[in-house]
């Protein structure tokens, strides 16, 4: 396994470009099982979640070109599938693997795909997907760790999620553009991956209607086409290295960025005392002003501010004057990351969904451990503005997520490494 080292202490410089939105890249690859035609897809970032949804688009009769998606242009083709069966062993690892669902259901008639994994935060199960399913007509059953679901063609329904979800809107809102008549659902997420993959889905010829809003009504038709389409921006890694420069006192400009969707997390750190300026594909950011000052925060489903952006803030305000106080409302264990915070010289006390973030003088580098895809780049933010050396292992969650973090780091001027683990 590898390794990253950071020596701490050195502010960022420059600029640092930012690459595809992993989590709106995922559904859009899904989406090609929709059509027979050739579909292109721009700004692809190359990480583990892309080469494994690549690896079961293949598994599943897609070509995929190049092989593994390793390129920013990868091109999809549908043509006769060789199996509609998703199976464990490329999907034990992604969450995101169940997207193919709706796909297949809705233009294949049937899917056979395992229980989802990805990063141990908590509890995120998909009986939202099945019961929207259900509600459109599709037959489901469980059978030995497998999802199993079968239709001859699904039917518009209306439907209301109980509670918002990201991928269940996604997988719902594939399912229901091929369906007979109109769906609408309501309490959909309002993510901008949702509304970029309705995009994707409107170039292929889908009637999709309410987009950034909480109620999307599609009406089915009969076929789709294909499409050439530049995925959007990453906002968690625009913000990701928007707390990296905040909390070591920098000056850096973040390009090839969309600002506009991350409002609430732009919002914080203007509170916490970071000077932004923001452009139609740029964000400049300014913290040399001083120390950071202390913010309170809640998660939320967008436009809130989102949970995949919490553990990089809550190493921000480490070292802010003042006690800040961060809830968690999406998961209820994504606070892993506490504990290797506490290492390197963090006071945080956590309280069932609740953590009190006591800022502190400095931060001292330590050995510490990785436990999830955001956890690990809030331990990155942290180790940047450490004193001292600090090694993080277990790093190879970075790679579901982060497109050449240690190589952009090190361009705008940080000292930090990756190796192989001794």
């Keep these: 396994m590898d390794r990253i080292v950071i020596k701490g202490g050195r502010p960022l410089k420059g600029e640092i470009p930012i690459s595809g939105a992993k989590n709106a890249c995922l559904p859009i690859m899904t989406a090609t099982l929709l059509t027979d035609r050739t579909c292109t897809l721009r700004g692809v970032p190359e990480l583990m979640d892309v080469r494994t949804m690549a690896r079961l688009l293949a598994h599943l009769g897609v070509e995929v070109t190049p092989e593994m998606a390793r390129a920013e242009t990868v091109t999809f083709k549908d043509g006769n599938l060789s ?44 009986n939202l997907h099945l019961k929207g399913l259900a509600a459109m007509g599709a037959t489901i059953e469980l059978e030995e760790g497998y999802v199993v679901a079968s239709a001859r063609r699904l039917k518009g329904a209306d439907f209301t999620f109980d509670q918002v979800t990201v991928t269940g809107t996604e997988n719902l ?23 970029d993959l309705c995009r994707v889905l409107i ?84 913290a040399r002003q001083g120390g950071l000052r202390a913010v309170d925060c809640t ?10 952006m919490q553990a990089q803030l809550m190493a921000a305000v480490s ?44 931060l001292s580098g330590a050995p510490v451990m990785a436990t999830d895809l955001r956890a690990s780049a809030c331990l990155i933010v942290a ?36 190796e192989k683990d001794k």
Aim: a positive charge; proline letters at 5%.
């Design 83 to 126: 199996t509609v069966e998703a199976p464990y062993e490329l999907v034990k690892t992604m969450r995101a693997s169940v997207l193919v669902l709706g796909p297949l259901v809705a233009r294949h008639r049937r899917a056979r795909v395992s229980l989802p994994g990805g990063c141990a935060i908590g509890a995120r199960p998909i």
């Design 173 to 195: 809102v594939m399912a229901a553009v091929l369906a007979r008549g109109e769906t609408v659902l309501r309490n959909a997420a309002r993510e901008p991956e949702v509304a």
């Design 203 to 286: 170039r292929m010829g889908a009637r999709i209607e309410g987009l950034d809003t909480d109620t999307l009504t599609i009406e089915g038709v009969d076929q789709l086409e294909g499409f050439d389409y530049r995925v959007m921006p990453d906002r968690i890694e625009t913000g990701t290295y928007l707390a990296a420069a905040a909390i070591t006192g920098s000056r850096l400009s973040l390009t090839k960025a969309r600002p506009e969707t991350l409002g609430a997390v732009l919002a914080k750190f203007r509170e916490a005392g970071v000077v932004l300026k923001t452009g139609p594909d740029r964000l400049e950011i300014d």
């Design 299 to 308: 998660t939320a489903p967008y436009p809130g501010f989102p949970t995949d």
């Design 319 to 362: 070292l802010a004057q003042g006690t800040s106080v961060i809830k968690e409302s999406i998961f209820e264990n994504r606070f892993m990351h506490v504990q290797e915070l506490a290492r390197l010289g963090a006071d945080i006390q956590v309280d069932g969904n609740r953590a009190v973030v006591r800022g502190v003088a400095h």
């Design 383 to 418: 180790g940047l503005a450490a004193r001292g050396e600090t090694t993080i292992r277990r790093v190879y969650h970075l790679d579901r997520g982060y497109e050449r973090i240690v190589r952009k780091l090190s361009a705008a001027g940080a000292e930090i490494r990756r």
